[in-house]
């Protein structure tokens, strides 16, 4: 995987390959200081309200899962 800033993921729409689901854009990371890796990114969850109203809760997905990082999406594998 070449290197890609976090900007550049921020625009990229997280797509679960188990059932095609589209999960957001990435919104956040957790890295390990100590040793500089990226832990988990952290999409929104879904809207509330017919989607006037931002959801209160996260997605973390760890980094492990993510199976593709492509020119317009990210691929991730998770059980939801």
Same mark, same amino acid.
Do not use: H, Q, W, Y
């Given at each position: 995987? @070449?290197?890609? @800033?976090?900007?550049? +993921?921020?625009?990229?729409?997280?797509?679960? +390959?188990?059932?095609?689901?589209?999960?957001?854009?990435? !919104?956040?990371?957790? *890295?390990?200081?100590? !040793?500089?890796?990226?832990?988990?990114?952290? =999409? /929104?969850? /879904? /809207?509330?309200?017919?989607?006037?109203?931002? @959801?209160?809760?996260?997605? =973390? *997905?760890?980094?492990?899962?993510?199976?593709?990082?492509?020119?317009?999406? *990210? +691929?991730?594998? =998770?059980? +939801?």
């Amino acid at each position: 995987m @070449s290197l890609t @800033s976090f900007c550049e +993921l921020r625009r990229k729409e997280v797509i679960n +390959l188990r059932d095609g689901a589209r999960l957001g854009n990435i !919104c956040d990371m957790e *890295i390990d200081a100590a !040793c500089g890796e990226v832990r988990n990114i952290i =999409v /929104p969850g /879904p /809207p509330r309200l017919f989607g006037l109203l931002c @959801s209160d809760e996260e997605l =973390v *997905i760890p980094f492990n899962r993510i199976t593709k990082i492509g020119a317009d999406t *990210i +691929l991730v594998d =998770v059980v +939801l």
